[in-house]
């Protein structure tokens, strides 16, 4: 069972949020992480992004994915309208970042990304979202915007006991790097991605 390990305010470049670490025991160097914008209203649906780690992307500014700019774009929307962005300990999708970077390689050989994964004998997408729907009931959160494009993460709150009132879409502009990417997100994880530019959530 999860529990709140340790919570502190820190200011960041969209402003200042409350994070939040989650992990069974104190010991975890990789506890689930929510952060909390502080005009957050818990009496209304609260905007949520639920975030998949990708060191490549967020940390490394990496053009094959969106990953990095998502989570700005998610920051600044939450930070100006209330929120909380769950961050989940899913690198790769969950095959951790040793894995992923095989799967790159694969995909510079041609692979796509799930063909990639089949070839290394791991699922395509191997993420679940229960840490994510029990962060949310820590936080005391029960009707939920979710910012996502991705149909599972919208079916997994569905079936939870938090209410869905709406999606909000977090599309970013695609670059020559990661258009075929996203391609394989749309027809392969129908992901709800339009053809035309970016919608951002603002
Ligand atoms: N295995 C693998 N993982 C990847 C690859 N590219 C990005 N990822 C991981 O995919 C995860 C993000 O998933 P996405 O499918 O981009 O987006 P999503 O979270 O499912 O959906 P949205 O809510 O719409 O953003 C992160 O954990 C990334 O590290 C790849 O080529 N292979
Ligand atoms: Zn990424």
Redesign the pocket.
């Given at each position: 069972m999860l529990k709140i390990q340790a919570e502190s305010n820190v200011p960041t470049a969209y402003g200042e949020f409350r994070m939040i670490a989650f992990a069974e025991v104190e010991t975890d160097w990789m506890p689930q992480m929510a952060i909390v914008a502080k005009n957050t209203d818990f009496s209304k649906p609260v905007n949520v992004?639920?975030?998949?780690?990708?060191?490549?992307?967020e940390v490394f500014h990496s053009r094959?994915?969106?990953?990095g700019q998502?989570l700005d774009a998610a920051m600044k929307f939450i930070y100006e309208n209330g929120g909380i962005i769950v961050y989940?300990r899913?690198?790769?999708?969950?095959?951790g970042?040793i894995?992923?970077l095989r799967?790159?390689a694969l995909?510079e050989q041609g692979l796509?990304?799930v063909e990639?994964?089949l070839q290394l004998g791991?699922p395509?997408?191997d993420?679940n979202f229960s840490s994510a729907i029990e962060i949310l009931n820590i936080l005391n959160v029960k009707e939920v915007n979710?910012?996502?494009?991705?149909p599972?993460?919208i079916k997994m709150v569905e079936e939870s006991n938090i209410k869905l009132n709406k999606r909000i879409p977090?599309?970013m502009d695609s670059t020559k790097e990661s258009a075929s990417?996203l391609k394989v997100?749309k027809d392969y994880?129908g992901?709800?991605?339009d053809d035309e530019d970016t919608i951002n959530p603002s």
């Open positions: 992004r639920f975030h998949s780690e990708c060191i490549t992307g094959k994915c969106e990953c998502q989940l899913q690198e790769g999708r969950n095959i970042i894995n992923k799967a790159y995909q796509d990304t990639a994964n791991l395509a997408d993420r979710l910012l996502t494009n991705n599972e993460k977090l599309q990417y997100k994880f992901h709800l991605l």
